[in-house]
């Protein structure tokens, strides 16, 4: 086995979060789970650790969409853990549970009574509390002591490929989807120097609890699980990748590049606002 390593997944009780929870259990890795289900949260937490002895997992009731709460949650598991943090992977997330709420064309008398507010929620868990999870992994992950060349951690983000197409049923979730996958790409250099990684899993449809009917599946190309825990094992492998997107679709990882430059003054203008340092 190698070296046990402390990991915190975010939405770790169920979905996706839950089959990175047991992947990195099975390599007998101390993985903490931040999830906002406190009534099946310990018990997947006990199930986990009963089904791999050689791993230690613990269960932190958490809403992401807190940065008071993830703060706690971390501080928390950081001293748990004795004072280390490998890995981050920043995973919690919700649909808009149907249609959306940004726009609404079919209410009636919507002149008479007004603009509908539209929920939010989907853009404060999925990219708020990304934000939140990234700028918590980074601070951890920075207090582990420098050794060159060596990996001090690694950040995954789970995003989507409704962040690389277009999602019109669900523009809300796009959006916030869209947003990690920017996150991720303009965050990696800024965190190299400090030998720490960040990268990102754009899966296609994975049969998860976070759709608001599970007959929705029966319409769908699903995607095995298996392929994203390839594409985990892919950024975990390789401490040389950042700012990378994955595309798990099928039984493939594929790495989507950003887009190419427009033109060579639009490169220029970019790389003129990283050597001044602000923008």
């Known amino acids: 086995m190698s070296t046990q390593k402390s990991a915190i997944v975010t939405g770790g009780a169920s979905g996706i979060g839950l089959a990175i929870t047991?992947?990195?259990?099975?390599?007998g890795h101390r993985v903490a789970i931040l999830d906002l289900n406190a009534a099946a949260g310990p018990g997947v937490a006990a199930s986990v650790a009963a089904e791999f002895p050689q791993s230690t997992v613990s269960f932190h009731q958490c809403n992401v969409a807190s940065w008071d709460e993830q703060a706690a949650a971390f501080a928390k598991v950081f001293q748990e853990h004795g004072g280390r943090l490998d890995i981050v992977v920043a995973n919690a997330g919700v649909s808009e549970q149907g249609a959306t709420s940004l726009v609404r064309l079919g209410e009636e008398d919507a002149a008479a009574k007004g603009p509908t507010r539209p929920k939010t929620t989907t853009v404060e868990v999925n990219l708020l509390g990304t934000i939140y999870?990234?700028?918590?992994a980074v601070h951890y992950m920075n207090r582990k002591?420098?050794?060159e060349g060596a990996s001090r951690g690694s950040i995954i983000c789970t995003a989507s490929n409704a962040g690389l197409y277009p999602l019109p049923i669900a523009p809300l979730y796009a959006a916030s989807k869209f947003g990690v996958v920017?996150?991720?790409?303009s965050t990696a250099r800024v965190i190299e120097k400090a030998n720490l990684q960040i990268n990102a899993l754009a899966p296609a449809v994975l049969e998860t609890n976070i759709a608001p009917d599970k007959d929705l599946f029966r319409h769908?190309?699903?995607?095995?699980m298996e392929t994203l825990i390839r594409g985990v094992d892919q950024f975990l492998a390789d401490a040389s990748v950042s700012g990378a997107v994955a595309e798990i679709h099928g039984d493939k990882v594929t790495i989507r590049p950003p887009h190419e430059y427009?033109?060579?003054e639009s490169r220029q203008?970019?790389?003129?606002?990283?050597?001044?340092g602000y923008a």
């Open 22 to 27: 047991r992947h990195l259990a099975a390599q």
């Open 133 to 136: 999870s990234v700028n918590l």
């Open 145 to 147: 002591p420098k050794t």
């Open 182 to 185: 920017g996150l991720v790409r």
């Open 220 to 224: 769908m190309i699903v995607t095995p």
């Open 262 to 264: 427009v033109d060579e």
């Open 269 to 276: 203008n970019i790389e003129t606002f990283w050597n001044l």
